[in-house]
C-alpha cells in the first residue's frame, strides 16, 4: 500500500510489518546519528550536522513496529536532479532484504519522479544499486568535487582549542585584574604611609617651634 498526498507522509507497508515512510517526524535522530557517526563516509559526524541534513532533505525512515531500523536520504530539487546518501539498515535487521525494499520504496516516491540525473556514491553495494538502474559514471571526467573527507574531526579539534582559548584568555583577564589591584593596594598603601610621614614632621616641627 503506498500514499501520499500534502497532509499524508508518502508510506509502503511490507506483509510482515515493517513500514517504509518518508515522515521527517518520525525520524529518531538519536538511531541515524549513533550509525552515521560510526559509519565509514561520515565517521564522526556531530549530531547537530546530522540533524541539519536532515531537515533539509527528503529522508526516509525504515521502521519496524515502530522503532527505527533503517534510513536513507536524498539531497534533491524534486525536479531534476537528486543524489542519494547515509542509507543504511541497522546490523542486526541486516540479511532479510530490507535495503532492497527501502530502495524500491524510495525510486518509487512521487517527488523523485522524472528526474534527469540521480547519483550516488558507495565503496562497496554497487550490486545492490546496479539493480535499480545506477551505473558507473559515463563521463566521470566531467565531474569535479570538493571533497574535505577530516572536516568533522578538523572542527571538532578547532573548537576544543577555542575553549581552551577563551578559558586561557577568561584566566589571563582574571590575573591581570588581580595584578593591577595589587599594584593599586600598594599605591594607595605607599601613598598612606607617606601621609602618616609627613603628618609626623609637620607635628614634630611644631613642637620644635
Given at each position: ?7 499524508i507522509p508518502y508510506e509502503v507497508h511490507r506483509d510482515d510489518g515493517f ?119 559515463g563521463a566521470p571526467a566531467s565531474f569535479m568535487e570538493r571533497h574535505d ?61
Open positions: 500500500m503506498r500514499t501520499h498526498t500534502e497532509a513500514v517504509a515512510s518518508d515522515d521527517p517526524a518520525r525520524i529518531d535522530l538519536d538511531v541515524v546519528h549513533g550509525y552515521l557517526s560510526r559509519s565509514y563516509w561520515s565517521a564522526g559526524i556531530p549530531r547537530e550536522t546530522v540533524e541539519r541534513a536532515a531537515r533539509n532533505s527528503l529522508v526516509f525512515g525504515l521502521y519496524s513496529s515502530g522503532e527505527q531500523v533503517g534510513y536513507a536520504r536524498v539531497v534533491t530539487d524534486r525536479a531534476s536532479f537528486a543524489y542519494l546518501c547515509d542509507v543504511f539498515v541497522l546490523e542486526s535487521y541486516q540479511g532479510r532484504g530490507l535495503g532492497q525494499w527501502m530502495m524500491e520504496a524510495l525510486l518509487e516516491h512521487p517527488d523523485l519522479q522524472g528526474l534527469r540525473r540521480f547519483l550516488l556514491a558507495t565503496r562497496d553495494a554497487h550490486s545492490l544499486y546496479a539493480r535499480y538502474g545506477f551505473r558507473p559514471l573527507p577530516d572536516v568533522y574531526v578538523r572542527n571538532r579539534e578547532e573548537g576544543a582549542k577555542g575553549k581552551t582559548r577563551r578559558g586561557c584568555g577568561h584566566d589571563s583577564r582574571a590575573m591581570l585584574n588581580s595584578n593591577c589591584f595589587l599594584r593599586l593596594m600598594r599605591c594607595w598603601l605607599s601613598l598612606g604611609l607617606g601621609a602618616v610621614l609627613r603628618a609626623s614632621q609637620r607635628t614634630a616641627s611644631s613642637l620644635l617651634h
